[in-house]
C-alpha cells in the first residue's frame, strides 16, 4: 500500500479515529524565529497527535543539529510513540510546510511505507476551526522496524566528490542573501556564502499557503536557477531541514533526489577545508 504525498484536511478530520492513522506534530523553528515548537504543541494540536522533537530524536554522537538518528534509536522512540512502520503516518507543523518536510523524509528514509504530510499544516487546520487540544496524547507502544535507505543520506565526501566530478548537483535551499554571503548566518560561527558549483532554489519558491506550489512552478524554480531535475541531485540548506522541502517538491513532480545532505551548511560553513564561494 502506498500514501499521497499530501492529506487534506477533510481527509485527516474523518481519519481521527482510524487506529491505522498516525499524527506527528512536527513543528520546528530557526532561532532567529523566536518560536518553540514544543511550547506550542502544549499549547494545542490535533487531537491525537504525538510530537516529534527533532533535536532529540538525533544522532548524539556529533554537534551538529539534529543528524539522522541511529535507526535502532529511531525505532525505540517512534515505537514508544505508538508509530509502526506499517501505519499511515501524517505529519504537520506549525509554520503549514517546514519542518514536517524533514520529518517525512526522515520517516520515509527509515522504512516507512505510509507517510504523507498535512496540506496547509496546522495554519489551514485551525483556520478551519477543525478540532483542537492540549489533552496529552497517550500512545500504546508499537514496534517500528527500520529499513535504512543509507544512500539517501549524503555526508560531507559525497557532496565533495559530486561538486568535483559534477555527478550530481548540489541544491542549497537557504534564502538568496544567505546563499549569496550577503546576510549572516542563524547560527554563530559559520562562514557566509556558498559551496562552488552549487545552485540555490530558495525553499520559499516551492512553498505557498503551506503547502507546495504546482508542478509548473516547481519545474519552473528548479529551471530558472539552472537546475537539471532530470540528472542527480543532493539537496543542501542550513542544517538538513528546508532539504528537505525540495526533496519533497522533486518527488512530487516524478524527480526524486539522489541524497540529501544532513550536515549541511552547519557542517560546511564551519569547516576550514571546505571552499565557500560568495556572491
Not at 82 to 107: E, K, M
Not at 153 to 159: C, E, G, M, Q, R
Not at 167 to 189: C, K, L, W
Not at 231 to 251: E, K, W
Request: hydrophobic residues 45%; proline residues 6%.
Amino acid at each position: 500500500m502506498t500514501a499521497p504525498l499530501f492529506v487534506t484536511t477533510e481527509w485527516l478530520a474523518t481519519h481521527l479515529d482510524d487506529p491505522q492513522v498516525k499524527i506527528v506534530d512536527a513543528s520546528w523553528y530557526l532561532p532567529t524565529m523566536n518560536r518553540n515548537g514544543k511550547a506550542e504543541y502544549d499549547e494545542g494540536h490535533i487531537p491525537g497527535a504525538v510530537f516529534f522533537d527533532i533535536d532529540a530524536i538525533a544522532d548524539k554522537t556529533t554537534t551538529l543539529p539534529h543528524m539522522m538518528p541511529k535507526p535502532d534509536d529511531f525505532a525505540h522512540v517512534v515505537g514508544a510513540m505508538g508509530i509502526s512502520d506499517a501505519d499511515h503516518i501524517v505529519v504537520y507543523d506549525g509554520a503549514g510546510l517546514f519542518a514536517a518536510a524533514r520529518v517525512w523524509w526522515t520517516f520515509t528514509v527509515m522504512g516507512a511505507a505510509r507517510v504523507s504530510l498535512l496540506e496547509g499544516g496546522a495554519p489551514r487546520w485551525k483556520a478551519q476551526s477543525r478540532a483542537w487540544t492540549n489533552a496529552k496524547t497517550n500512545p500504546t507502544p508499537k514496534t517500528f522496524k527500520t529499513s535504512l535507505d543509507a544512500a539517501a543520506i549524503a555526508d560531507i565526501a559525497t557532496v565533495k566528490a559530486a561538486l568535483t566530478t559534477k555527478s550530481a548537483q548540489i541544491v542549497d535551499a537557504r534564502p538568496a542573501d544567505r546563499f549569496r554571503g550577503d546576510a549572516p548566518e542563524p547560527r554563530p560561527g559559520l562562514k557566509s556564502g556558498h559551496m562552488a558549483g552549487s545552485f540555490n532554489v530558495q525553499f520559499g519558491d516551492v512553498v505557498a499557503n503551506g503547502t507546495l506550489k504546482n508542478a509548473e512552478d516547481l519545474r519552473a524554480a528548479f529551471k530558472k536557477a539552472g537546475v537539471d531535475i532530470d540528472q542527480p541531485i543532493i539537496t543542501s540548506c542550513g542544517s538538513g531541514v528546508s532539504a528537505a522541502i525540495l526533496a519533497l517538491a522533486l518527488q512530487s513532480i516524478g524527480k526524486p533526489i539522489h541524497a540529501l545532505y544532513d550536515g549541511s551548511w552547519a557542517e560546511w560553513g564551519a569547516r576550514d577545508d571546505c571552499e565557500v564561494a560568495r556572491g
